[in-house]
């Protein structure tokens, strides 16, 4: 069975201080591996695509990286609306297409502190 | 544009009973998918659609049913309540082109009594 796992479970961050967030995965063939945001009381948000081990993207203080069996999201210098579950996801084995059917992790609750 | 609109916010069932959760989307997505999430279990799928008139089971499909006659709207129906089926539930939407992540709605939150 495809496991996504994510780790740590919450994080608390002073404003500034920079850390990274692990997201862990054993399906084969990796067809695509996404990162979403998720605010209280809200629906996630897309974040990222990462492809293929080596690839990097960024936006504003958030870079994610890609290795063969697992993704990091990286936070540099966070602020207080960095808050926010940071979820990711991946399609299963023999996916049609790349966001079919994505099985999603648990998340890590961040919460910077001011 | 709206995005996806799932309806309603909130709902309050007592057991047994039956009811529909409604889920549109204007972006021509073809594929459309819906989602329970509960605490320290993440998002669990429970039926996808690639396109109109095509629909699949997910992970967890039991109690739920679900139709696409078009390609904007893709209802899930509750057959006969239980409390298990207490969870908050998201619809979501993409392209099938390849790397664009789910646009999700805002979330209904069922509780049965």
């Known amino acids: 069975e495809d496991q996504v796992t994510q780790s740590p479970e919450a994080l608390r961050l002073q404003e500034g201080e920079s850390s990274s967030l692990n997201c862990s995965y054993t399906?084969?063939?990796?067809?695509?591996l996404f990162w979403y945001r998720q605010d209280p009381g809200k629906g996630p948000e897309f974040l990222f695509t990462l492809y293929s081990a080596g690839e990097e993207k960024e936006k504003e203080r958030l870079k994610a990286t890609l290795t063969k069996k697992e993704s990091f999201l990286h936070i540099t210098a966070p602020k207080p609306e960095d808050s926010a579950t940071y979820l990711c996801a991946v399609p299963p084995q023999g996916a049609n297409f790349g966001n079919e059917k994505l099985t999603f992790g648990t998340g890590t609750r961040l919460t910077i502190i001011p | 544009n709206a995005g996806v609109t799932q309806t309603p916010k909130f709902q309050v069932l007592k057991t047994g009973q039956s009811m529909t959760l409604q889920c549109a989307q204007d972006m021509n997505h073809e594929y459309m998918s819906w989602y329970r999430q509960d605490p320290g279990m993440g998002l669990r799928l429970i039926h996808y659609s690639v396109g109109a008139g095509i629909t699949d089971q997910g992970e967890v499909p039991n109690g739920y049913n679900v139709s696409r006659s078009t390609t904007e709207d893709f209802p899930l129906r509750l057959l006969s309540a239980a409390p298990s089926q207490t969870s908050v539930y998201f619809c979501?939407?993409?392209?099938?082109?390849?790397?664009?992540?789910?646009?999700f709605g805002s979330g209904t939150r069922l509780t049965v009594v």
């Open positions: 399906v084969s063939g990796l067809r695509g």
């Open positions: 979501a939407s993409s392209s099938r082109l390849g790397g664009y992540g789910y646009t």
